[in-house]
């Protein structure tokens, strides 16, 4: 009796999902549904790579220099082989470098991501909950960030973090201090907008009724403010996971992030241009291909999401 | 009026105060500078006698303003890399970046108000449709990759343009300029191309915007209903008055398209302040950083203040509320 309660609870439950607005309005925007899908594999294939992977392009022992250049589909001229999408000057399957690339491009651009949501998160609460001079204080470092394009702000801090780390760790260190610089230049969209929604939820009664009663500041913002301004936040964060994307491939193409030997996407498509004026065409443009396809898909959902979510935002 | 003046210039020399310090920061702090200046062969006594010239041991606040006197005069010290003063390698690198992003400006300017215009008037035509899908896609195209898709187009397959460098370059008094020759003329254009693209996209989106809006305006029915040609209507009406805003965000632009130009120059290794920088970084050049660093930030914080004062001085409406707000 109880168990089939709870099982009608559940399907209940589930139908009410399935029913929400939320999940309503997804169902009927095959742009969001087909992005949707299409990260979801793409995070998918670079979690379970070294599985999927047909080969280990990092391991030198199963490298074969007589593979290098073999054209996609084509067995190679020596040694017979075949490779779905090529492989690169050192004989490395480009596919398998491509999966790996990927995992390092969105482990960084998660990273980064979190990292600036934290950070924006905390100090826009801070800054509306407080005022004041934490207020001043914050939003003008904010103001002053932003006279500057991200992408800026991002090399100066890659160029200091790597100016501080001593020589040997450089290469070592290169991802983490990737995900620092991406993530410090962009915390302050978050800062902002958790900032201006706080200000307008500090004078609501529930607020002011949590405050009457003497909960404590730091609970008021984490138990009652906070999940009243999560919804702008998890908008500018998948518009931002993109951004991230888009900016690590541009660090790391232009030789300022990932290096040669955790390449990323950016890394990988700075080693095919090289090959444009010889011919080999693939080792740049499935790279390439990728990042477009990652990053446009992260956008699309993201432009969903936004009208979904908060139509006010637009 | 003046008080929004005075507090403008004011909080614009805060910034740059503010961006000196990092700067200061980096030289003082991201290694050590006595070790960056002497070789591997040094005593304990030239270390100090380095370190009293040098003033490491006066209190921070002096050692700061010391910084900031030699920064005004444009002395940065020796490159680490080079061992030239940083003042002279950039002297000789700014006039490649300024060309390219002053005729990469011109185009977006001119190209971006045409497509505006023209998406706007023929708000439901196939052409106009098609430009702006093609501007969508143009704007989620990493830099980078319209740079290397171009050279593909027009350096690999068709070998129209050369895919690298700034062609001849004529030598006039210190300022190097590639106008004047045919190769240097044919080596702008990709990379203005490239620098360009976005800020064209941006500018036909905000005109085209502006437009719809100007041309559901009463003044604009009266003029067609004056039987006046469509062509005065559309240009000497309505494009008149979405000027203020375009030029506005042109001005704003700017400074972001000679940040951008980082990338540009990489992409087709253009001679100029934005491969020095990137170069800087991947060597940890410190004092070439820093100079860049203060010298965009004066120019960023100055056209920001330009634009704001241009801004306020064109549009009378600004003048009520802004003078209490003190910016967004």
Known sequence: ?314 | MLAYVIRRVFQSAIVLLIVGLVAFAMFRFVGDPVDNMLGQERTQADIERLRDRLGLDLPFPVQYWRFLQEAAQGNFGLSYRQGRPVSDILIERAPATLELAAVSGVLALFVGIGLGVFTAIRRRGTAANLIMTVSLIGVSLPTFLIGILLIYLFSVELGWLPSFGRGEVVDLGGWTTGFLTISGLKALILPSITLGLYQMTLIMRLVRTEMLEVLRQDYIRFARARGLRERSVNFRHALKNTLVPVITITGLQLGSIIAFAIITETVFQWPGVGLLFINAIQFVDIPVMAAYLMLISVMFVGINLIVDLLYFAIDPRLRVDRTGGGGK
């Open chain 1, 1 to 314: 009796m109880t168990h089939g309660t709870a099982t009608r609870t559940r399907t209940q439950r589930l139908r009410s999902i399935w029913h929400s607005d939320f999940v309503y309005s997804f169902r009927h925007a095959p742009v969001a549904v087909a992005s949707a899908t299409v990260v979801l594999l793409m995070v998918l294939a670079a979690v379970f790579a070294p599985l999927i992977a047909p080969f280990d392009p990092f391991n030198p022992a199963t490298l074969n220099l007589m593979n290098g250049f073999t054209p996609p589909m084509e067995p190679n001229a020596f040694t017979g082989e075949s490779f779905w999408l090529g492989t690169d000057d050192q004989g490395r399957d480009v596919f398998s470098t491509i999966l790996y690339g990927m995992r390092i491009s969105l482990f960084v651009g998660f990273s980064a991501v979190m990292l600036a949501l934290v950070l924006g998160v905390v100090l826009g609460l801070l800054a509306g909950y407080l005022g004041g001079w934490t207020e001043t204080i914050i939003m003008r470092v904010a103001d002053v960030q932003l006279t500057f394009p991200a992408i800026l702000v991002a090399m100066l801090i890659f160029g200091i973090a790597k100016g501080i780390t001593p020589p040997e760790y450089r290469d070592q260190m290169a991802i983490w201090v990737l995900i620092l610089a991406i993530g410090l230049s962009d915390w302050v969209q978050f800062a902002r907008v958790v900032r201006g929604a706080t200000l307008v939820e500090k004078n609501k009664e529930y607020v002011q009724a949590a405050r009457l009663i003497g909960r404590a500041p730091l609970a008021i913002m984490l138990r009652h403010i906070l999940p009243n301004v999560l919804n702008p936040v998890l908008v500018i964060a998948t518009i931002s996971l993109a951004l991230a994307i888009i900016a690590e491939a541009t660090l790391s193409f232009l030789g300022v992030g990932a290096p040669p030997t955790q390449p990323s996407l950016g890394t990988l498509i700075r080693i095919g241009q090289g090959f444009l004026f010889s011919g080999e065409w693939w080792i740049l443009l499935f790279p390439a291909a990728t990042l477009l396809t990652l990053a446009l898909s992260v956008n699309l959902l993201g432009d969903w999401l936004r009208d979904a979510l908060n139509p006010r935002l637009r």
